[in-house]
């Protein structure tokens, strides 16, 4: 699921509107909008991680839909590829 779909679903589940959620966000919610539409990109890292205490959801999973790191793994970035190289090595057996 993409991001946009991905937030659309949990807020509409939650019973959460649009422009309420848009202005606990602090965003437009024309702007909003587009981005569950996916007409924008997901958003800067901030709002991804608002998003996500908003919806009650993990913000590492936001930031996988949102196809990105989370900020702290990308200061780290070789320790996560190594990790990850190591976590297929041991799944292939």
């Known amino acids: 699921m993409s991001f946009g779909a991905c937030v659309r679903a949990r807020r509409t589940a939650l019973g959460i509107g649009l422009n309420d959620f848009a202005e606990r966000l602090d ?3 024309a702007y909003w909008s587009r981005i569950e539409r996916e007409m924008e990109k997901p958003p800067r890292d901030e709002l991804i991680e608002r998003a996500a205490a908003i919806l009650g959801v993990r913000m590492d999973d936001l930031f996988v ?3 990105r790191l989370p900020p702290d793994m990308r200061k780290d970035m070789a320790k996560v590829v190594l990790a990850y190289r190591r976590m297929r090595a041991i ?3």
Do not use: K, L, Y
Request: neutral net charge; glycine residues 12%.
């Open 27 to 29: 965003v437009s919610p």
């Open 65 to 67: 839909e949102a196809q």
């Open 91 to 93: 799944n292939r057996g």
